[in-house]
C-alpha cells in the first residue's frame, strides 16, 4: 500500500458494508465511497482534465463530501490543497495564485467575492460523475499541499508526500490502541487542517467510522460524541473546556469512549484535571505541525501525572527529536517534502535534515519535551495559527495609524488572544471598537485584534524590529508557560 487512495481501496475489499463515514445522520459505506469517489474522480478527470500532479483546491467547511473529494483527488494522483474557509477573500486569492490549482471547488455561501480567480471555481453541486476509478496515482509524489505561514505573515504551502502521511499514521497507530476497525473515531478540526484531514485519514485506514462536525457548537458535540458512542477524537483545548463547562456534562455517558486526543495549542494544567474527571477516558497530548505532517510527540495517559502534566510528550515511532539552542527540532519520514516554489524558504526552515519548530523547549533525562516559549511570534488562538505580521500589514493601511505591533496575550479559554498595539497619527482619533470593526473586511474572524492599546511609542532595535518581547512581558507577567 503506497498511497491515499490506496487506502480506502484495500478498506472498500476489505469489509464493504463497514461504516466508512457519519455526517450530519447519514453514513456510507467503505464500499459506497470507494465507488462515489472513483465516479467523482472519472468526471473530474472527464470535465476539467485533472490528472497526476494538478492541485485541486477545496474551500469549504466539514463534510462528507468534502472527505470524498479528498479521496477522489488521490485517485486522481492530483494534490489536494485545502482552504481554509474562515479566509476572506483577497486571503484565497493570494494562496490560489500561489498554488495554481486548476480547480477550486467552494462550499455553499463561500464562492462569493471569488470571481477572477485565475483557475476554475465549482461548487459541490456542480462536479461531474461518471466512469470507474482512474487510477492515476501509480507514481506517487505530493499528496497533499497544506498551507501555513510564517514570521512574514506570507502563506507557503507544506507538500506532504504520501511517505510523510503513511509514517504519520504508523506512529500514530502506536500511540492509540483503542483506534480499531468498527470503532467510531471523531473529526472535530476542519478538514483544511492536518489535525482534520490526517486524523480523518487515520481513522479510515483503522477501518473505524470517521463522525464529522460541519462546526462546533458545544451542546451539539455533546449530543453526536455520547450518541454516536465516539471512541477517540482529536480536540482542542478550547473546545475541550467548553464541553467541561456545559451544564449536565458530569450526568453524560461517556461509556464509549477510550482515549481523547488534544493538541494544536497549549492546554492549562487545570483543564487537564476537569477532562480527566469528566471523560474518564485516557489522554493523549500530541504535539507537531503542519511541516511535520502532524503529530511528533506524544505524551500517554499515563505519563499525565505531576510535572509531565506540563510536557508534550516524547518522540515518536521513527522521529528524533532534539533541543538545539533552545529550539525544538525535528527529523523523521514525516517531515514535509518542502515548501512548494520556496527553495529559499526551505533551506531556512530544514538544515541539516532537521526542522526548526520556531518553539523554545526543553528536554528532560527521560526525553519528556516542554515547551516554554515560541521562537517566533505565531500567535495560537483556539488552535489557529495567527502571524503578527500579516495582521501588522493589514493595521498598516488604516489612515489614522502611524504604527502597530501584534502580539498574544494570555486567555483562559483560548490559551492567547491577539491584541495590536497601536500609535495614532498626529491628529487622529480612533476607538477600539472602530478598529476591529474596521478589520472585520480584511482578515477572517480568529485573526481580528480582541483587544486593542492605543501607545506613544512601540519600542524597537537599532534596526528597526519591533521587540515583542518586551511588549508581551507585561501580560505574561507570573504565567509558568509563556505559551499558556
Not at 510536557?311 to 515548501?339: F, H, N, T, W
Request: charged share 20%.
Amino acid at each position: 500500500m503506497r498511497t491515499v487512495a490506496e487506502v480506502l481501496r484495500w478498506r472498500a475489499r476489505r469489509h464493504p458494508e463497514g461504516a466508512a463515514t457519519w455526517f450530519e445522520g447519514r453514513t456510507r459505506t467503505f464500499g459506497e465511497l470507494d465507488a462515489s469517489s472513483s465516479e467523482l474522480a472519472a468526471g473530474l478527470a472527464a470535465k476539467f482534465g485533472i490528472g497526476p500532479g494538478d492541485r485541486l483546491a477545496i474551500l469549504d467547511r466539514n463534510s462528507d463530501a468534502y472527505l470524498e473529494l479528498i479521496l477522489a483527488a488521490a485517485k486522481l494522483g492530483a494534490v489536494m490543497v485545502p482552504i481554509n474557509w474562515r479566509l476572506q477573500a483577497p486571503e484565497v486569492a493570494q494562496i490560489v495564485a500561489d498554488a495554481e490549482p486548476r480547480l477550486l471547488v467552494a462550499g455553499d455561501g463561500l464562492a462569493a467575492g471569488l470571481a477572477g480567480l485565475p483557475c476554475t471555481v465549482a461548487g459541490f453541486g456542480e462536479l461531474p460523475r461518471g466512469g470507474t476509478d482512474p487510477r492515476g496515482d501509480q507514481e506517487p509524489d505530493v499528496a497533499w499541499q497544506l498551507y501555513t505561514s510564517g514570521t512574514t505573515g506570507l502563506p507557503k504551502g507544506a507538500m506532504l508526500g504520501h511517505r510523510n502521511l503513511f509514517a504519520m499514521m504508523q506512529s500514530l497507530s502506536l500511540e492509540l490502541p483503542e483506534l480499531v476497525e468498527g470503532s467510531r473515531s471523531l473529526v472535530t478540526a476542519p478538514l483544511y487542517h492536518i489535525g482534520g484531514c490526517g486524523w480523518a485519514l487515520i481513522a479510515l485506514a483503522h477501518g473505524a467510522t470517521v463522525v464529522l462536525v460541519r462546526e462546533i457548537v458545544p451542546d451539539q458535540l455533546l449530543d453526536v460524541m455520547t450518541r454516536q458512542q465516539v471512541a477517540t477524537g482529536l480536540i482542542v483545548p478550547a473546545v475541550l473546556q467548553s464541553l467541561t463547562r456545559l451544564p449536565g456534562v458530569g450526568d453524560a455517558d461517556f461509556g464509549a469512549l477510550g482515549n481523547l486526543a488534544y493538541g494544536a495549542s497549549p492546554i492549562s494544567q487545570t483543564l487537564l484535571e476537569d477532562c480527566i474527571r469528566v471523560f474518564g477516558c485516557r489522554l493523549t497530548q500530541l504535539y507537531g505541525l503542519t511541516e511535520t505532517t502532524g503529530a511528533v510527540t506524544a505524551l500517554r495517559h499515563e505519563d499525565h501525572a505531576g510535572e509531565r502534566l506540563l510536557s508534550c510528550g516524547r518522540a515518536m515511532l521513527g522521529g528524533e527529536v532534539k533541543i538545539e539552542d533552545g529550539e525544538i527540532l525535528y527529523r523523521g519520514p514525516s517531515l514535509m517534502q518542502g515548501y512548494a516554489g520556496r527553495p529559499e524558504d526551505t533551506a531556512l526552515a530544514v538544515r541539516d535534515g532537521w526542522f526548526h519548530t520556531g518553539d523554545a523547549g526543553t528536554m528532560d533525562a527521560d526525553g519528556f519535551v516542554y515547551i516554554r516559549d515560541r521562537i517566533k511570534d505565531m500567535i495560537v488562538s483556539g488552535g489557529e495559527n495567527v502571524y503578527p505580521a500579516e495582521l501588522e500589514g493589514v493595521l498598516a493601511g488604516h489612515p489614522a495609524i502611524a504604527d502597530a505591533a501584534v502580539i498574544g496575550v494570555p486567555d483562559p479559554r483560548w490559551g492567547e488572544t491577539v491584541k495590536a498595539v497601536v500609535v495614532l497619527r498626529p491628529g487622529a482619533r480612533l476607538t477600539e471598537t472602530e478598529l476591529i470593526e474596521w478589520c472585520r473586511s480584511r482578515v477572517a474572524g480568529y485573526k481580528r485584534p480582541r483587544s486593542v492599546d492605543f501607545v506613544e511609542l512601540i519600542p524597537r532595535n537599532p534596526s528597526g524590529k519591533i521587540l515583542k518581547r518586551q511588549l508581551r512581558e507585561p501580560y505574561w507577567a507570573g504565567v509558568l508557560r509563556r505559551v499558556n
